[in-house]
């Protein structure tokens, strides 16, 4: 009798292990690319935030959540500071000056030479319009871009640990941290008003935020950050909205 408890103890104790195993307890590491959440009206900074990350994560325009706020460049932030999480395309009113009365001058019995201003030389701008975009990773593509669902809104590159990451366009460093659930030590670079680029599971980022960079420049190592093989992450942005890298990059 004794026996029959001790199998039967046994069975039960098989029928637990396995209905454990099966219960997702156990759930592999994977990527959460912008994990699906409902956008709240408003976002509390934390340390370390940009304007730029912010902007990322809720997929808004960097210009268009700054115009909803208020703000001009260098868009400054601070922890604590509450951000309405919406887009304006309205642009700022800028403050009228008083008006002066006009006070007629005495009329002189010579006649002054009229005074030409001198030409002024517009600056360039900072818009990188003609470069080309360049790979950042030299590897195969494991994971294609996906638009539509639980979206993949970018590419994964195979690489190995510690490879060269490159910027794929001249630009400035605008986001450097792991504070984006699903991407690891990220990077953020701005090209243009309208396009931004991403690189995310880096082992070891190599430049700072404000840093600007030029095309082909080393800007981070291959890593496994915040994934569960050694890969990167590349995503473009284009006027805040995710488009397909593969659209922009070089045929190889």
């Not at 794929?168 to 953020?188: K, M, P, Q, T």
Request: hydrophobic share 35%; proline share 8%.
């Amino acid at each position: 009798m004794s026996k029959l408890r001790q199998i039967a103890g046994f069975c039960c104790a098989i029928i637990v292990l396995v209905s454990c195993s099966t219960n997702g307890s156990f759930a592999p590491v994977s990527d959460r690319y912008n994990p699906a959440e409902r956008t709240p009206p408003y976002y509390i900074v934390s340390a370390g935030d940009t304007l730029f990350s912010i902007a990322w994560r809720y997929g808004f325009g960097v210009e268009g959540l700054a115009l909803a706020n208020n703000m001009v460049p260098p868009y400054t932030i601070y922890p604590g500071q509450a951000l309405l999480l919406k887009e304006s395309n309205k642009p700022q009113v800028a403050k009228q000056e008083p008006i002066k009365p006009l006070v007629r001058p005495k009329a002189k019995s010579t006649v002054s030479k009229q005074k030409v201003a001198p030409a002024v030389t517009p600056r360039p701008s900072v818009n990188i319009v003609n470069e080309n975009w360049r790979w950042p990773l030299n590897g195969p593509v494991v994971r294609s871009f996906v638009a539509t669902g639980q979206a993949h809104k970018g590419i994964d590159i195979k690489g190995k640990m510690g490879e060269p990451v490159y910027a794929a366009r001249s630009g400035e460093v605008v986001y450097a941290g792991s504070g984006l659930v699903g991407y690891g030590n990220l990077l953020i670079l701005k090209h243009s008003d309208r396009f931004l680029s991403a690189y995310g599971h880096n082992r070891r980022i190599n430049v700072k935020e404000g840093e600007k960079v030029k095309a082909g420049q080393v800007i981070a190592e291959v890593g496994d950050s915040g994934t569960d093989s050694v890969k990167l992450h590349f995503e473009v942005r284009k006027n805040g909205k995710p488009v397909d890298p593969l659209r922009l990059l070089p045929r190889r």
